[in-house]
């Protein structure tokens, strides 16, 4: 089953391509600029050409670079329109009689947050490992570790699910939803950087190892999200590079995230 994000010309170019530099410093360029970085690539390069030489650009280089923009835009359209309300995610539990908890803070006036994608992952993962025999941690409390053929790997944090285990996973997942009624803020840059983190480690771990580990991250909370369209657009960024194996957005989780999850537990059994 194909990820509804992926971009496979893309995630076939491999996690240390050079290509996804190219990507990061188009992103780092501001809104006016980035335009005239498509423009410019779009076309043959000329003597008043701004980028091709600085960076060193090939012809395959820039036909990569916008070919990639124009379809990451579609990506961001469907992740935009894949995401829930926060009602949206209580009705899904509901039907499917799935307990969630609150994220209780100390004022009375800030909204009271629902764990309900942690709730629906969870419940999704433990009945799915039930039925094919498998264990699971669906509530880390310590971090996980990998410890094979004298290659040793610490999570830099605490994730938020792993199969079979803390110890030696081949499963785990990192989780972010936000359900409040503000236009987000830092902690969604912050989400990005802390699952760019473990990806990249896991797959530096996995070239050493030899261990094929899957990093899976979901992403729900449509108003917040959608204040943070550049922050949503690097999440797919990491899936396509490769450092992100599965990901899951809004609505995607209530249908893909049980097909994929037994794909994986499967493919590992049978080995």
Same mark, same amino acid.
């Given at each position: 089953?194909?990820?509804?994000?992926?971009?496979?010309?893309?995630?076939?170019?491999?996690?240390?391509?050079?290509?996804?530099?190219?990507?990061?410093?188009?992103?780092?360029?501001?809104?006016?600029?980035?335009?005239?970085?498509?423009? =410019?690539?779009?076309?043959?390069?000329?003597?008043?050409?701004?980028?091709?030489?600085?960076?060193?650009?090939?012809?395959?280089?820039?036909? +990569?670079?916008?070919?990639?923009?124009?379809?990451?835009?579609?990506?961001? =359209?469907?992740?935009?329109?894949?995401?829930?309300?926060?009602?949206?995610?209580?009705?899904?539990?509901?039907?499917?009689?799935?307990?969630?908890?609150?994220?209780?803070?100390?004022?009375?006036?800030?909204?009271?947050?629902?764990?309900? +994608?942690?709730?629906?992952?969870?419940?999704?993962?433990?009945?799915?490992?039930?039925?094919?025999?498998?264990? +699971?941690?669906?509530?880390?409390?310590?971090?996980?570790?990998?410890?094979?053929?004298?290659?040793?790997?610490?999570?830099?944090?605490?994730?938020?699910?792993?199969?079979?285990?803390?110890?030696?996973?081949?499963?785990?997942?990192?989780?972010?939803?936000?359900?409040?009624?503000?236009?987000?803020?830092?902690?969604?840059?912050?989400?990005?950087?802390?699952?760019?983190?473990?990806?990249?480690?896991?797959?530096?771990?996995?070239?050493?190892?030899?261990?094929?580990?899957?990093?899976?991250?979901?992403?729900?909370?449509?108003?917040?999200?959608?204040?943070?369209?550049?922050?949503?657009?690097?999440?797919?960024?990491?899936?396509?590079?490769? +450092?992100?194996?599965?990901?899951?957005?809004?609505?995607?989780?209530?249908?893909?995230?049980?097909?994929?999850?037994?794909?994986?537990?499967?493919?590992?059994?049978?080995?």
């Amino acid at each position: 089953m194909k990820d509804a994000f992926s971009l496979d010309p893309w995630r076939k170019l491999g996690w240390r391509d050079p290509f996804w530099e190219l990507l990061r410093f188009y992103c780092s360029l501001r809104g006016n600029e980035q335009k005239a970085f498509l423009k =410019e690539l779009s076309g043959s390069k000329s003597p008043d050409s701004r980028w091709w030489d600085l960076l060193g650009l090939t012809d395959d280089a820039a036909k +990569l670079i916008v070919s990639y923009c124009e379809q990451r835009e579609k990506l961001i =359209e469907k992740a935009l329109e894949s995401l829930r309300t926060e009602e949206e995610a209580i009705s899904f539990c509901k039907k499917n009689k799935i307990e969630w908890a609150v994220t209780k803070t100390k004022s009375k006036d800030h909204h009271q947050s629902t764990k309900t +994608l942690i709730a629906t992952v969870s419940a999704i993962a433990e009945r799915v490992c039930k039925s094919l025999g498998e264990t +699971l941690e669906p509530n880390p409390q310590k971090r996980c570790v990998w410890c094979i053929d004298n290659h040793l790997h610490v999570t830099a944090r605490n994730l938020d699910g792993a199969v079979p285990s803390l110890q030696d996973p081949y499963i785990v997942w990192e989780i972010k939803e936000y359900w409040g009624k503000t236009s987000g803020g830092s902690k969604m840059s912050d989400a990005v950087y802390e699952c760019h983190l473990v990806g990249r480690e896991i797959r530096e771990y996995q070239e050493k190892s030899k261990h094929k580990i899957a990093h899976v991250v979901f992403l729900d909370g449509k108003d917040q999200w959608h204040s943070r369209k550049s922050d949503l657009a690097r999440f797919i960024d990491l899936h396509n590079q490769g +450092l992100i194996d599965h990901l899951f957005i809004g609505r995607t989780i209530e249908t893909e995230w049980e097909p994929i999850l037994t794909k994986l537990v499967r493919a590992r059994r049978d080995v």
